[in-house]
Structures are given as structure tokens and as C-alpha cells.
């Protein structure tokens, strides 16, 4: 039972190149998303998906792009990768929330993160 | 906009000793939910304990427990009997149904042998 996993665990850029974050869940969660965590900033929302071929900005959804072809892949890329993209990238999943009742549908589960450094 | 704010950065606590951390939250909606995260360092987040907003009896989980305070918009987190594993960031989090969790700023909690 593997739950979310990211995909690579490390990588380092050079500034400008380009990389793709691959987050897969086999728990057939409607939703998912991508955080980036900063010392003192706590998780940041980047994307998010509510379903299969549909994505939503965050927060902070600048310089980076997502997709969702298939309902337990979710990619993450960096076009052109900045020194200030440097950080801890969390790939997250969850039910789809029916209501109230449904308070298990509204619990994350996380990836173990991925540490990206672009120089 | 919904906002998700933990006034401690820091806390401390001796261990088998009792701590609580403080959340507070801006909304103005009736139905949501709110959660407390751990992350270890081993960087996996984990859920904690949760909580819905339409239930007054405060969520309890073992030696973790929630103090649900709605009118004040306040859920702050009791850790009973702290544990040296209990040392970890601990973060907040807020999510209305078919929406998106927001979270805070974390709070890291330090166990002093």
C-alpha cells in the first residue's frame, strides 16, 4: 500500500533548466496537490486538482505549470527553474468530500517531499 | 480569504510534561474542518487529530487532544505526557468542504530530556 510517492526524492538546477515533479497515488483520490514548504512559511498551496484533466492555481502558482491526464498522476513542472524555487516540494492527495459527515475525505495524505536546490 | 495563524514559532516543553500549541483561524463560514499536522524530521507529514466544525465535543486522540473554541475561531492542540518523538513541526490547518486545506505557519516544538 504505497499511498502518495514523489518522484525524484532530490534534484539539483542550474537556473533556466527545466524538470517535472511526477506525484502518483494509488488510493483513487479525487483530489490532489502540490505545496512547496519554506523555513518560517509553512506550506504553500502551488496547484491543485479537483479531478482527472482539471487543475487550479494556489497560492503561489507562478513559474510552474501541472496536469492531470491521469486521475493518480500528477505532474508538476518548472519551465525555466529560479534560485527562489528552491525548496521543499510536498505532493498531497484526498477523497473527494461529500459533506459534513465525510470528514475522512478531507484528510491528506502527504508524499514524502522532494528537496529541490537550483543554483 | 480564509487565514490559518499560529502565534508560537518556537515552544518547548520537559518531557512528560503537558504543552499546548495555539491556532486561530479567519472564516466566515459555519461548515469546515481543521486538523493538526506532524512533521518529524523526517519531513513526513502526519495527521495528528481532526476536527469538524459542527461538532462541539472536542476531538481526542490518545495523549492529543483539542481545545475547539468556534466562536472564537481558536483549536489550539494538548500534548499529555510528552514524548521525545513528539518533537517535530506541528501545523494547523483549515479545509470547508470541495475546497482547498490552508495552513499555518507551523510551530516547532522542541522535548527536553
Known amino acids: ?119 | 480569504a480564509q487565514t490559518v495563524t499560529q502565534s508560537q514559532p518556537e515552544m518547548s516543553v520537559q518531557e512528560a510534561e503537558t504543552v499546548t500549541l495555539s491556532c486561530t483561524y479567519d472564516t466566515s463560514e459555519s461548515d469546515y474542518y481543521l486538523f493538526w499536522y506532524k512533521q518529524p524530521p523526517s519531513r513526513q507529514m502526519i495527521l495528528v487529530i481532526r476536527q469538524e466544525a459542527y461538532k462541539q465535543q472536542n476531538a481526542t486522540e490518545n495523549r492529543f487532544s483539542v481545545n475547539f473554541q468556534k466562536a472564537a475561531k481558536s483549536f489550539s492542540l494538548k500534548i499529555s505526557d510528552s514524548q521525545l518523538g513528539d518533537a517535530a513541526m506541528y501545523f494547523c490547518a483549515y479545509k470547508r468542504p470541495y475546497d482547498k486545506v490552508i495552513f499555518g505557519p507551523g510551530t516547532s516544538l522542541s522535548v527536553i530530556p
Open chain 1, 1 to 119: 500500500n504505497a499511498g502518495v510517492t514523489q518522484t525524484p526524492k532530490f534534484r539539483v538546477l542550474k537556473t533556466g533548466q527545466s524538470m517535472t515533479l511526477l506525484c502518483a497515488q494509488d488510493m483513487n483520490h479525487e483530489y490532489m496537490y502540490w505545496y512547496r514548504q519554506d523555513p518560517g512559511m509553512g506550506l504553500r498551496l502551488i496547484h491543485y486538482s479537483v479531478g482527472e484533466g482539471t487543475t487550479a492555481k494556489g497560492e503561489v502558482p507562478d513559474g510552474y505549470n501541472v496536469s492531470r491526464l491521469k486521475k493518480q498522476n500528477f505532474l508538476l513542472g518548472l519551465e525555466s527553474a529560479a534560485p527562489s524555487q528552491t525548496s521543499v516540494y510536498f505532493c498531497a492527495s484526498s477523497e473527494f468530500g461529500l459533506g459534513t459527515g465525510e470528514l475522512r475525505a478531507n484528510v491528506l495524505t502527504f508524499g514524502a517531499g522532494s528537496r529541490l536546490t537550483v543554483l
